[in-house]
């Protein structure tokens, strides 16, 4: 069925529902489809930015309650956006979604990395390329991402940024103004996990050795010895991606999975939980997560530097 742009919040709340004015023969088609959905045993929910707020609390409410099991894949900018918030690559939050304000959360991470961590929530993406362009911060390190072409002041660049590294597999806007680019493998070129946008864990199993590119992990473990020679913090430990995972699963809340399923090709869900701890109810800003407007691959972020990919024909809609 189709939902007019703008219809996507009102046609979820009646799924929900079965409340508010909508014309008669979408009703009609919801009914369809939610008898359709209804009668199945599994389904899978697949949502991107159109959906925000309130609208995707009504598809979860939808959601379960139906019959079977329900998974729900948003549809993010970059394909382990989800792995990356569990780690805790968020401004106010510890991995497992702790808030960094929870002292007993950050106590235990102290204990286990034998550092400190502060206790103030950090800065979005779009504020920190913000703070970049005016020189209020100093140094900014990208991996895996294009902020100066999603971000910040359009046609500024870099600013008065005095030193910008990408970790990135090509020359995207960002890395272009780059002072250095580090050449990362792609995931088919590198072994570790990654989290599926349903919460599943799955390995990955490199299928070819590559000369010159190099894993984040390699990149970062390298990194880190070179700064340590500096005086600057302690090197990264770990001897392989296996190793960082076995902490993982011992310090991130929901990760705990059995390793037995993983290494036999199956998917591990996580069970990830948190509360708010007396902060307020969180919602998104608008902008932050962005729809790539496209209707065969969900970011651009590979197809804008693949000939064949540009190559194939794909059914235009009709405004």
Not at 27 to 54: R, Y
Not at 164 to 191: Q, R
Request: contains cysteine.
């Amino acid at each position: 069925m189709k939902v007019e742009a703008g219809q996507e919040a009102a046609a979820l709340r009646w799924l929900a529902h079965e409340e508010g004015e909508l014309p008669s023969a979408l009703v009609e088609q919801l009914v369809q489809l939610k008898a359709g959905l209804e009668a199945g045993s599994d389904v899978a929910i697949v949502f991107g930015a159109e959906g925000s707020g309130t609208a995707i609390a009504q598809l979860v409410a939808f959601g379960s309650k139906l019959p079977g099991k329900t998974r729900y894949m948003a549809l993010g900018d970059y394909a382990n956006s989800r792995g990356a918030a569990d780690m805790g690559v968020l401004p106010d939050r510890l991995p497992g979604y702790a808030y960094v304000d929870n002292a007993g959360a950050r106590e235990a991470l102290e204990k286990l990395w034998g550092s400190v961590i502060p206790s103030s929530a950090g800065q979005t993406a779009p504020q920190m390329v913000e703070a970049a362009q005016a020189g209020k911060l100093k140094a900014l390190y990208v991996v895996g991402a294009n902020p100066l072409a999603h971000f910040g002041t359009f046609g500024l660049g870099r600013g008065k940024l005095e030193l910008l590294i990408v970790h990135e597999m090509f020359l995207t806007e960002t890395a272009k103004v780059a002072d250095i680019v580090f050449p990362a493998a792609s995931a088919y070129e590198k072994e570790g996990t990654v989290t599926n946008t349903s919460g599943e864990i799955q390995m990955l199993h490199k299928g070819a050795e590559v000369m010159g590119p190099r894993s984040d992990f390699d990149l970062l473990r390298i990194l880190s010895h070179q700064l340590e020679k500096l005086g600057l913090g302690k090197a990264f430990h770990f001897k392989t991606p296996a190793a960082v995972f076995e902490e993982i699963r011992k310090a991130v809340s929901g990760y705990n999975v059995q390793p037995a399923g993983l290494l036999t090709g199956g998917a591990e869900p996580t069970r990830v939980e948190f509360a708010r701890n007396g902060h307020a109810p969180y919602d998104v800003p608008v902008g932050l997560i962005r729809s790539a407007k496209d209707t065969l691959f969900t970011s651009g972020t590979l197809g804008r530097f693949c000939t064949m990919m540009d190559s194939l024909p794909e059914a235009k809609t009709a405004p």
